[in-house]
């Protein structure tokens, strides 16, 4: 345990692609205390309607990185021409370039999930049911950095739900897939703030 105060868990829990160390196991008990933390996060109804895929077999990780690869590499074609522009821009591609190299060697792919499709729902049908499992997994991610485990939120391989759902054996017509989160102990636990604009720009007192 790192022992960091709930402030500075909160405000140091950041993306970690390049700081995974890859060389180092990842523990079943470890990443089930993190799991059970996650189940402490509210959702919609009283049903606990998600599950967590926790994938450490090499094969089906193998299989995972190379649909979350193959969606990377024309990103960072997208965004070549903004990178050029923007340091901030090119630190992210070198980042995701780096994890699409080494994403079959990240010891554990978590793959939260939601029972219950929302293809074409309304909005509100929607929100309900994302925000059902999302506060779970940003909790698992919060109780992963407090043991020292780096995580990144992605969503790349959502462009290939289908055959992730074969990999894994999802049953797709009922759940989905919510994001693909890496996981691996850190290389150094000491992380900084992230930087952020001031809160003016994004917060409206009693109106926008
Ligand atoms: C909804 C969502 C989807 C994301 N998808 C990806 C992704 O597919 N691949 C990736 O490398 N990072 C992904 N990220 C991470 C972001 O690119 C970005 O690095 C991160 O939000 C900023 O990190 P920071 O808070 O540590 O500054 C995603 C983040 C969010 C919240």
Known sequence: MLNLTPDELLATTRSVRKRLDLTRPVEREVLEECLRLAQQAPTASFAQNWHFVVVTDADRRAALGELWSSVAGPYLQQRSAAAAADPRVARIGDAVRHLAAHIHEVPVHVVPCVEGRTDGKPAAAQASRWASI???????????????????????????????????????????????????????????????????????????
Do not use: C, N
């Open 134 to 208: 999302i506060p779970a997994a940003w909790s698992f991610m919060l109780a992963a950095r407090e043991r020292g485990l780096g995580t990144v939120w992605t969503t790349f391989h959502l462009r290939h739900e289908r055959r992730a759902a074969e990999i894994l054996g999802v049953p797709y017509d009922e759940v989905m897939q919510v994001a693909l989160i890496p996981v691996a102990y850190t290389i150094g636990t000491d992380f900084k703030r992230g930087a952020r604009g001031p809160l003016d720009t994004l917060v409206h007192w009693d109106q926008w």
